[in-house]
């Protein structure tokens, strides 16, 4: 059975465990949608803020504090890192963490950092969502799998460019000897006379 936040002015973010229990073995459903806050990305590509992540959960009740597992589906926008196209996609990521009562031997034994802890009555969901966004981020965001880039000379996107697209590279050291020989009246092998009949 899907919980829905009793007030409309609640936190999204934030799940009311009172609503669950503390008895192992009871569960809830949740399935909501939470707007992002600012910040969730990398240098090309992110989460544009206020964008809709919807959350699809299982709450657990167990022993140690509360398992929640599930997934969540939330958009993201940004550069290609080959041809600075830009990118418009949703990302479909698994969630599963445990959140540990305060006092449980979870929570005594491991570092402030390894697990996440049930704070008074309420889970706050979105760090596990921020931190399982950004760490499925791709480093390189692609257009395409084959995207060509840019090309070196013109930096037009090769992929629109036709298959023969080629720049000339003169190296600048001899840029004077082509143009003088381009200019001469004739080249070895070559007749200056029209040939006879």
Known sequence: ???????PSANPWKYDLRELGRRAGTMQELDRTAPAPAGWGLELIR???KADVHLRLRLESVMEGVLVTGDLDVPVVGSCARCLEPIEDTLSLDVQELYAYAGSTTEATSEEDE????EGDFLDLQPLARDTIVLNLPLSPVC????GGLCVDCGQRIDDLPEDHTHEVTDPRWAALADRFASSPGTP???TTPEEN
């Open 1 to 7: 059975m899907a919980s829905e936040d009793r007030r």
């Open 144 to 147: 395409s799998p084959d995207c």
């Open 47 to 49: 989460v544009p803020e």
């Open 189 to 191: 092998g070559e007749s």
């Open 115 to 118: 697990v996440r802890r049930v």
